[in-house]
């Protein structure tokens, strides 16, 4: 492939409507692709036939659909279920494996998306199933090695790394309203008033709607608006301050504590061995 700042977004449109047509076109049960992805670039909203099974080897994805965001940093994996539409931004320079998995290849498929743990098992077995060269149809280490990527896929462990947007319209309005203009001064109460709901009733009905807490939202969707400006070369005070933060150590403990690295560090990556 050609270096990255030399692929025009032409191409790399071309690029993906060919991927798809293999993916559906693909007779073996997992189908393998990797792929590159200058920073900033968008994947236009698009499905499959198969699950995909992806892990961004350098750079962090931000997969979106009318369910949530989801954003998958280093050391995870994402799980996208067939038939989802979806879309995905790159923060940083992207490589990205994929494996493509018919609905017969897995005893139960999940019917979630989800972000995943990656074990060092999950991860070498990734690596080398994408590797290039690899014929999966007519090579028995291949198939062998595929074997036990589905069987390690099922044990990952799941991780917080969603924002699931609520099915419940109100509750949907005051979401997206919050992600155009977020705040880490969100109120409960705020919110519970506009909805004319008790405080009780509402982290009831916004925890059955979600799956989290309103404060575990608010604290992913700041990362979720935060990434693309860190990635982009914003400086962590600025950021901070704009999400509404009192000051550069509490975003950078809430960071840290939510991805496991300061932001300064975040992007520092280390190349793939």
């Known amino acids: 492939m050609k270096a990255l700042q030399n692929i025009t977004s032409a191409e790399l449109a ?4 060919e991927r798809l047509a293999a993916i559906e076109a693909a007779a073996e049960p997992v189908h393998t692709i990797p792929s590159q992805y200058p920073s900033g670039y968008h994947v236009a909203a698009h499905r499959h036939s198969r699950a995909q099974f992806v892990y961004a080897r350098t750079g962090v994805l931000m997969v979106s659909s009318r369910q949530g965001r989801w954003m998958v940093p280093p ?3 994402l799980w996208i279920p067939a038939g989802l539409d979806h879309s995905v931004d790159m923060l940083g320079e992207v490589t990205m494996l994929s494996a493509y998995i018919s609905s017969d290849a897995l005893v139960a498929l999940p019917e979630a998306i989800r972000v995943v743990g990656l074990t060092d098992l999950a ?8 590797s290039p060269g690899g014929d999966i149809r007519n090579s028995r280490r291949q ?21 699931p947007i609520p ?3 109100r509750l949907a309005g005051l979401c997206r309203a919050f992600l155009a203009n977020p705040t880490a001064r969100l109120l409960i109460d705020d919110w519970a008033e506009r909805l004319n709901m008790s405080r009780r009733a509402f982290t009831r009905a916004f925890r059955r709607e979600t799956g989290i807490s309103l404060s575990t939202w608010r604290q992913q969707a700041a990362l979720f608006t935060a990434l693309p400006r860190l990635a982009a070369g914003e400086a962590v005070t600025s950021v901070a301050f704009d999400l509404g933060y009192e000051s ?18 975040y992007f520092r990556v280390a190349e793939p061995n």
């Open 167 to 169: 099915g419940d319209a």
């Open 143 to 163: 198939r062998l090695v595929v074997a036990l990527l589905l069987e390690e896929i099922s044990r990952l462990p799941d991780r917080s790394l969603g924002l």
């Open 14 to 17: 071309r690029l993906h409507v």
């Open 248 to 265: 550069v150590a509490a975003f950078t403990t809430m960071f840290k504590r939510m991805l496991g690295a300061p932001p300064r560090a």
């Open 75 to 77: 050391e995870h994996a």
């Open 123 to 130: 991860r070498a077995l990734i690596i080398e199933a994408v």
